[in-house]
Nanobody
Framework: QVQLVESGGGLVQAGGSLRLSCAAS????????MGWFRQAPGKEREFVAA????????NYADSVKGRFIISRNNVKNTVTLQMNSLKPEDTAVYYC????????????WGQGTQVTVSS
């Protein structure tokens, strides 16, 4: 059974930083892209960041570009999201996702971790 487990969420003041981690088990993602998405209350889930299997290509939503950094460790089967200069509008549940057999289609999802940024 494939599992993605996020950790590192919490409450932080605006301007602060958090580091989210996602540990995968039951399947290696060393040949697949991985990503982070988020969903704020009353809003649809949105893309935050993605990283290619090698780590050589990274993409970010415009809203987080320059503030968030995605990275991965294929030996440990983990992906992280370093979030800096956090804003209240970053408040959301953050989900880790793993690409499946179809490129850019995320078939595997974690349960989410809450990030709350106070003003």
């Amino acid at each position: 059974q494939v599992q993605l487990v996020e950790s590192g969420g919490g409450l932080v003041q605006a301007g602060g930083s958090l580091r989210l981690s996602c540990a995968a088990s039951g399947r290696t993602f060393s040949s697949n892209a991985m990503g982070w998405f988020r969903q704020a209350p009353g809003k649809e889930r949105e893309f935050v960041a993605a990283i290619s299997w090698s780590g050589g290509s990274r993409n970010y939503a415009d809203s987080v570009k320059g503030r968030f950094i995605i990275s991965r460790n294929n030996v440990k089967n983990t992906v992280t999201l370093q979030m800096n200069s956090l804003k209240p509008e970053d408040t959301a549940v953050y989900y880790c996702a793993g690409e499946g057999s179809v490129a850019s289609k995320y078939d595997y999802w974690g349960q989410g971790t809450q990030v709350t940024v106070s003003s």
